[in-house]
């Protein structure tokens, strides 16, 4: 990481108050168009504060595009763009990061493309997601680790929509969005979690890039 993003990312670390979990931006913006809110995901990054959704790659089953493994897979572009996807999170600091992804096969392909031996499947993102990923964000968030989950649209649908506050207020289910990432700072001591922003899969060097 450059000199001046570190000095500029340990200050906004030493910055951040006790009630930053109370201040609920704005409608879900893309981070690659704000540089203030980039920063604050590199400095809740830092401090392990951040779960991050992940929509799985281009699903087999709704594209003309070459099948990677079967018609319930991703395909065969999907792949390039999720190795491509993994590889851009190195953009943000170092820290201790757990990543689950739902065992529904093109998750699961997304994720061990991404991440490697490192992602490991939870029943818990395929079976109910969509009425409890709220919840379960709280009680699988480790204190001072990221969470990445690997998941699906609708499970993402669902959870802005969790306690009636948008949390999540963008149209996920477009194609523009595979392989897209959206950014939660969250307190388990609060029970309390708002939208820093989210990624598109194409947007990370032009994000980075401008830091």
């Known amino acids: 990481m450059p000199k001046k993003s570190l000095i500029a990312l340990l200050s906004l670390a030493v910055s951040v108050s006790a009630t930053w979990l109370h201040l609920q931006p704005e409608p ?3 981070l690659a168009e704000d540089e203030k809110r980039l920063l604050d995901l590199q400095t809740h990054w830092y401090q392990g504060n951040v779960v991050t959704l992940v929509r799985h790659a281009e699903r087999c089953d709704r594209s003309d595009n070459l099948c990677l493994d079967g018609a319930t897979g991703i395909t065969v572009p999907g792949k390039a763009e999720a190795i491509a996807v993994g590889q851009k999170f190195d953009h943000l600091p170092n820290r201790t990061t757990v990543v689950y992804n739902s065992p529904v096969k093109r998750t699961h ?3 061990n493309l991404m991440f490697g031996e490192k992602a490991t499947s939870q029943d818990w993102l395929r079976e109910g997601c969509k009425e ?3 919840e379960d964000i709280f009680k699988y968030k480790e204190e001072g680790k990221n969470l990445i989950l690997v ?6 649908d669902k959870l802005g929509e969790a306690q009636n506050n ?4 963008m149209d996920i289910h477009d194609m523009s969005t595979y392989n897209s990432s959206i950014f939660l700072a969250v307190s388990k001591e609060e029970k309390n979690a708002y939208t820093l922003g989210y990624l598109f899969a194409d947007e990370w060097d032009k994000a980075f890039n401008k830091i």
């Open 151 to 156: 998941t699906h649209s609708t499970c993402i």
């Open 132 to 134: 409890n990923l709220y």
């Open 109 to 111: 392909q997304t994720a």
């Open 28 to 30: 879900t913006v893309s």
């Open 166 to 169: 948008d949390l999540v207020a």
